[in-house]
C-alpha cells in the first residue's frame, strides 16, 4: 500500500483496508515485535536498570545469545569477534561487557560447566552478524 505523505501506516484510514482482523492482528504484531527490537537497541541495560540475570530463557544457549544482543549493539557484534586473537584482525568485543556477560551466565547457570559451548556460541554469533551484514549491504547494492 502508498501512503500519502502526511498519512501514518498506524491511521485508521490504511488498518481499515485489511480484510480481516487477523490479518490486522498480525501486522499489530509485527509492528509491537519491531518496535519492542529499536527500544532494545536504544536502552543499554547499564541506563535501563535491566537486570541481565532475570532475563528469561530456557537454556544457557538462549540465556547467551539473548544477552549479547542485550549487552551489544549489532554493529559492535557484526564488526568485532568476541575476543581478539592472532587469528582475526578484528577487535575483541568490550571486555566489560564480556566480563559482564559471563559473570551472568555463572551465576545463573554455572558457566564453568558450558565454557566451551557459551564461547562458540559467542563467537558464531559474532560471525553470523557480520555476515547478515555483508549480505544486506550485497543486496541493496542490487
Known amino acids: 500500500t502508498a501512503y500519502n505523505y502526511f498519512d501514518s501506516p498506524f491511521s485508521t484510514s490504511s488498518l481499515a483496508s485489511t480484510s480481516t482482523s487477523s490479518d490486522t492482528d498480525h501486522r499489530l ?41 542485550t549487552l551489544f549493539t549489532d554493529d559492535e557484534l557484526s564488526s568485532c569477534c568476541y575476543i581478539a586473537s592472532k587469528r582475526t584482525a578484528k577487535p575483541g568485543l568490550d571486555k566489560n561487557k564480556v566480563k559482564l556477560l559471563e559473570k551472568c551466565i555463572i551465576e545463573k547457570f554455572g558457566y564453568e ?26 543486496s541493496s547494492m542490487k
Not at 55 to 63: G, I, Q
Not at 122 to 136: E, H, S, V
Open 113 to 138: 560447566k558450558f565454557a566451551k559451548v557459551m564461547k562458540a556460541k559467542c563467537m558464531q554469533k559474532c560471525t553470523d552478524r557480520a555476515n547478515k551484514g555483508k549480505a544486506i549491504g550485497a
Open 29 to 69: 504484531s509485527n509492528i509491537e515485535r519491531k518496535f519492542d527490537s529499536i527500544l532494545k537497541r536504544l536502552k543499554r541495560p547499564e541506563e535501563s536498570g535491566v537486570n541481565l540475570l532475570d532475563v528469561e530463557a530456557t537454556d544457557p544457549s538462549k540465556y547467551t545469545l539473548t544477552l549479547m544482543d
